[in-house]
């Protein structure tokens, strides 16, 4: 049991370019959530899935997109890559009412 | 909206107790939730406050009071390997879900 897994762990992109950020998990759980911490700050919730198929924008979702085509995963793609968007990400997941399980994170830099 | 504020850091001794307090602001919650974080790694759950009152898991507890608007997390016994980033989140109902809006984190800090 895995529990929550991202790829990559690290990625350098130029201003502009675009990429898709992975997240799998293995507990069977309906709820997914992204997130992005800024250095020194909480967590803010970009976007979140109750289902496959089912996806809604969190408190700052310009600049991404989602899908959630499976129950196991939850891509998080950039479109235009720009230096605000230099984060550290989080995937997440739950059953309705639990606690959130985290992944290890992707510390995305945009230079 | 939604606000929390917790203090910013946090320093004590092995062996110590310490309390982070939460204070928020927000138009309806259902619970209290605490996460530790640390340096370089993800958030993992401590523990969850639903209803008012005090909950103790081992070392921790966290204690809620909605008409205080107000809840902490209390660290008994400190350990070198508690120092990390405490966050404090209120789980807030969405149209379809609910979704955890989170404190900008505490920095607790244990010395030898």
Not at chain 2, 74 to 91: G, H, T
């Amino acid at each position: 049991n895995a529990g929550v897994t991202q790829t990559p762990k690290f990625r350098i992109l130029k201003i502009g370019q675009s990429m898709t950020l992975q997240c799998t998990q293995d507990m069977n759980h309906n709820y997914m959530y992204w997130y992005r911490q800024d250095p020194g700050m909480g967590l803010k919730l970009i976007y979140y899935s109750v289902g496959a198929g089912i996806t809604d924008k969190g408190e700052v979702p310009n600049g991404y997109n989602v899908s959630r085509s499976t129950t196991e995963d939850f891509p998080l793609r950039l479109e235009l890559a720009a230096p605000s968007q230099t984060s550290v990400y989080f995937c997440a997941s739950s059953n309705q009412e639990g606690e959130q399980y985290f992944g290890p994170g992707t510390r995305l830099t945009v230079t | 909206g939604q606000s929390l504020e917790q203090p910013s850091e946090v320093t004590a001794v092995e062996g110590a107790i310490v309390q982070i307090n939460c204070t928020y602001q927000t138009s309806g919650f259902y619970g209290l939730s605490w996460y530790q974080q640390h340096d370089g790694g993800a958030p993992t759950f401590l523990s969850y406050n639903g209803l008012d009152g005090l909950e103790e898991t081992g070392r921790f507890s966290s204690f809620l009071s909605r008409s205080d608007s107000y809840g902490y997390l209390l660290l008994q016994e400190l350990q070198m390997k508690d120092s990390a980033s405490y966050f404090c989140a209120v789980r807030v109902p969405s149209y379809n879900t609910d979704k955890l809006i989170f404190g900008t984190g505490t920095r607790l800090q244990v010395f030898p």
